[in-house]
């Protein structure tokens, strides 16, 4: 049997700031920000939230959806760009929480917002190559965008978590791919709390050209064409430009706009389009073949297409589905509230 | 066993924020008090209940410390520790040495300095005593776990938030008439709905304050109090002790203080009397949801019906059943060490017809309850005039 | 030195392990080394379901010092289907909607951080089922 996805899961907060009252603040336009980046509002993390609490409740709907035991998870792979420790792994939290310790690999990933499909791939090899039976890779963040910049009407929270082995696959792996050079359009440098980026430079020569190189690679690999596939997703640092890229392939609407969630979630970087992925697959049909593209930036893109077994059908109801947790029971912060809860106010050290 | 009597007791002029005083002057001043109350000359043995005089202060080994300051180094001093309760608990320990025979003249006191540290420190401190790893990790205060006796008592039983204010309401009352009451001051059950809230339904009204206090007693045999006293001895009738899980959620009923009614049915088994037998009562009302759980424990009144008998005045001063005439740890402060032996201080004045305004006529028979954490442990003595 | 503690509880407080007691089937949370119903001390351990019903709650306005920022938050004592009872924060509801016997299910938290370079310390709390 080919390695593929066994289970699937995924996780955001409730809170969410919308744009309007980011852009309140700062004295911006706020219906130019939501035409530019086609993004409403965005999830906010809670104080007690963070990239691995997030991983972990993905993950537990992976299992449930996967049907096995914590113990049966051979490698963990946590990618992120917010992991919560500088040093000391996220990995091992989460598998302690799973029970996939102590007969488990595991190391943490970081390439910007590609930092999960590069887990997701290395917990497909793994399984492909025999080394473990279950493999589990996880896209999580609570991304970080400076206040007033227009990274920060989009900087969300959120996770998408996958465990990939040969036996119960509910979406095939037929192909993977990946295109990755050095390109300097977002990064942050040790010790500095927000990201930089160079402003129109993550589009053409960043984004759409490893996004579009990854797409049109992986087809040419495979011999397929966009009308093969029943869906896509794309990376989503907002609602725009993954649009536009499929528009540019050849996707439709309906192929693209399922997976799409930016413009009610914002970009949950390295959780963007694994979150998107999920949403495909707690609707796809037996059959169904799905096309993933990635972006990190600094730039690559992981591309894969997985096929949809028989078996999907049995386990999409095993765990909450994305597009309801999405646009589930919501708590709109004030801007205040937003920059407390994303610890940007200085306060006292203890003891003062 | 001996008989045992109490032939002295001292605590602080007033309780309250005592800037000038350290851990040790506070002590030493009360236990100088009961010394100077018993006209004795010397201790035989001392036991200092005190809950957390290391984070409060920075300092442990205080049986040994006090000792020394109060003039009385080289003597077997010991001290003990139950939350709340180490003051009850101080008092049952000298108790024992003295019946059992093995020394005559022990002073039993508590003490607790706790303005020393922030309000953040203090609620951490405090939140010591209740389960670090399963309560306090999740954020759990005290006024927090009493907060959900509160709530499943006003869920059971239909215990209003007035009826919790009416306790505060009824000790501030009495509070007024005691020259030690770190609050002397009138309060409305108005006052107490509209002030903040600390853990709902609590306000910062139901919640006994941050104190700094000692108290301290001198008990002796029977036989011994009858030739060197020249007060009238107070005798220990009966003491029971008992223990129960420190974690809320273990407990089956939340609203029901086990290890309150086993202490109390310990007690008055000893004192071979019963509860029409008592004249009045200092319970631990460490927040106003304690004094109706407490009351209700003790068999004072059937369970669910504190409220309401609090509402009708039968636990007021001139009630049937007089609580905490004192003002309570509500209206006299509760620094936590030294709330159980403070509590046998203001019974044994009572019994001796010396409680000044307070006083109840004819007082012959009293019941002191002391409690550690959310109800982990508690302590009951019966006095009764010798 | 928070971490050789912090490390010992990992088991109850991620993976919610609990002490079952072979004799008389009474589980206890967090595990214990003799059972106070029947005095036997042999144990398996089980893991608690995530799901139960708020017993008792309060709302906390005014928390220690680790929880001084997420006040007014809401605190309760909550039975698992099972019976065994814990105590945990119930979060992603306003305070004021949470009410006694309202079903939740325990989910993967962060509860405090010790200090800004201390450890991150981790555990459940409860939302609405």
């Not at chain 1, 792979?77 to 500088?86: K, L």
């Not at chain 1, 009407?153 to 696959?169: F, L």
């Not at chain 1, 947790?325 to 205040?336: K, N, Q, T, V």
């Not at chain 2, 007082?363 to 010798?386: C, K, T």
């Amino acid at each position: 049997m080919m390695a593929g996805i066994v289970g699937w899961g995924a996780h955001m907060p409730r809170y969410r700031v919308k744009v309007e009252e980011i852009a309140r603040v700062w004295g911006a336009s706020a219906e130019a920000y939501k035409k530019g980046l086609d993004v409403q509002e965005k999830s906010v993390p809670a104080p007690d939230t963070d990239s691995v609490t997030l991983s972990v409740t993905a993950a537990r709907r992976a299992l449930k959806r996967a049907g096995i035991r914590g113990a049966d998870i051979g490698a963990c792979y946590v990618g992120s760009e917010s992991h919560p420790y500088a040093v000391k792994p996220s990995g091992t939290i989460v598998a302690e929480a799973l029970g996939a310790t102590p007969e488990c690999r595991c190391a943490d990933f970081e390439f910007a917002c590609k930092a999960g499909t590069e887990g997701m791939a290395v917990a497909l090899g793994l399984v492909d190559a025999g080394m473990v039976r279950y493999a589990l890779g996880i896209g999580a963040d609570t991304s970080q965008g400076a206040p007033g910049d227009a990274l920060e009407y989009t900087a969300s929270a959120g996770a998408a978590a996958y465990i990939m082995g040969k036996e119960g696959v509910v979406a095939e792996c037929e192909h993977t791919y990946s295109y990755m050079t050095d390109t300097a359009d977002f990064w942050r440098r040790e010790h500095q709390y927000y990201p930089q980026h160079a402003g129109r430079f993550t589009g053409e020569p960043a984004y759409f050209k490893h996004v579009t190189g990854c797409a049109t690679g992986i087809m040419k690999k495979s011999g397929t064409k966009p009308a093969d596939f029943a869906f896509c997703v794309f990376h989503q640092p907002n609602g725009k430009f993954p649009a536009t890229v499929a528009k540019q392939l050849g996707f439709k609407p309906e192929q693209w706009k399922q997976g799409l969630l930016c413009p009610l979630l914002g970009n949950t970087y390295s959780g963007s389009s694994p979150m998107g992925l999920s949403a495909i697959l707690d609707v796809a049909e037996p059959g169904d073949r799905i096309l993933h593209v990635s972006y990190g930036s600094g730039s690559g893109s992981d591309g894969f297409i997985y096929r949809c077994t028989d078996r999907i059908r049995e386990v999409q109801g095993l765990a909450p589905k994305t597009r309801d947790i999405l646009e589930g029971e919501r708590f709109y912060l004030s801007y205040g509230e937003y920059v407390k809860f994303r610890g940007k106010i200085i306060m006292n050290e203890r003891g003062a | 066993m001996r008989d045992v009597a109490i032939i002295g007791v001292g605590a602080n002029p007033r309780w309250g924020e005592l800037w000038g005083q350290s851990l040790r002057d506070i002590f030493v001043e009360a236990a100088l008090a009961a010394i100077d109350d018993a006209g004795v000359d010397h201790l035989d043995g001392m036991y200092v209940g005190c809950m957390s005089s290391g984070i409060f202060t920075g300092q442990e080994h205080l049986a040994s410390l006090m000792s020394d300051y109060l003039g009385q180094k080289h003597i077997p001093a010991t001290r003990v520790e139950s939350a709340c309760a180490s003051g009850g608990l101080a008092v049952k320990s000298a108790f024992l040495e003295v019946a059992s025979g093995y020394r005559d003249i022990i002073l039993a006191g508590g003490v607790e300095k706790m303005t020393d540290v922030s309000g953040g420190e203090a609620t951490f401190a405090l939140g010591t005593a209740a389960d670090g790893e399963y309560e306090g990790y999740h954020g759990a205060t005290f006024p927090g776990l009493y907060a959900m006796i509160a709530k499943a008592h006003m869920a059971r039983y239909g215990t209003t938030h007035e009826m919790l204010a009416q306790v505060a309401v009824k000790n501030h009352a009495n509070g007024m008439l005691n020259p030690m009451a770190q609050y002397r001051s009138e309060i409305t059950v108005q006052q107490v709905l509209n002030s903040v809230m600390i853990a709902e339904p609590l306000h910062i009204l139901d919640c006994s304050p941050i104190t700094d206090g000692a108290a301290a007693v001198i008990l002796c045999p029977l036989d011994m109090a009858k030739k060197i006293s020249k007060k009238q001895p107070v005798k220990i009738a009966g003491v029971g002790h008992a223990t129960d899980t420190i974690q809320l959620a273990q407990r089956p009923d939340p609203t029901w203080l086990e290890s309150t009614a086993l202490a109390a049915e310990a007690a008055f088994k000893m004192a071979g009397v019963s509860r029409k037998d008592i004249d009045l009562y200092e319970v631990h009302d460490c927040f106003t949801i304690a004094e109706l759980a407490v009351i209700e424990a003790l068999g004072l009144v059937d369970k669910g019906k504190s409220g309401e008998a609090t509402l009708k005045g039968r636990t007021a001063r001139t009630g049937d059943i007089p609580v905490n005439v004192s003002g309570g740890l509500k209206s006299k402060g509760h620094p936590v060490g030294a709330t159980g032996a403070v509590q046998i201080v203001e019974l044994t004045r009572q019994l001796r017809g010396e409680a000044g305004e307070r006083q109840i006529a004819k007082a012959r028979r009293a019941l002191a309850q002391n409690m550690g954490g959310s109800g982990g442990s508690a302590v009951v003595h019966i006095l009764e005039v010798a | 030195m928070p971490s050789a503690n912090y490390t010992r509880e990992i088991p109850q407080r991620y993976r919610l392990e609990a002490s079952r007691c072979v004799k008389c089937g009474q589980v206890h949370y967090p595990p214990r080394l003799i059972c106070p119903g029947c005095r036997s001390r042999q144990f398996e351990t089980v893991a608690l379901p995530s799901g139960g019903k708020v017993v008792t709650y309060t709302i906390i306005s005014v928390g220690p010092s680790d929880f001084a920022a997420e006040v007014p938050y809401a605190l309760g004592i909550v039975e698992l289907e099972g019976g065994v009872r814990l105590m945990a924060q119930i979060v992603d509801v306003p305070p004021e909607k949470v009410s006694i016997g309202m079903p939740v299910t325990l989910e993967f938290r962060k509860l405090y951080e010790e200090g800004k370079a201390g450890i991150i310390c981790y555990g459940h709390k409860a939302v609405p089922a």
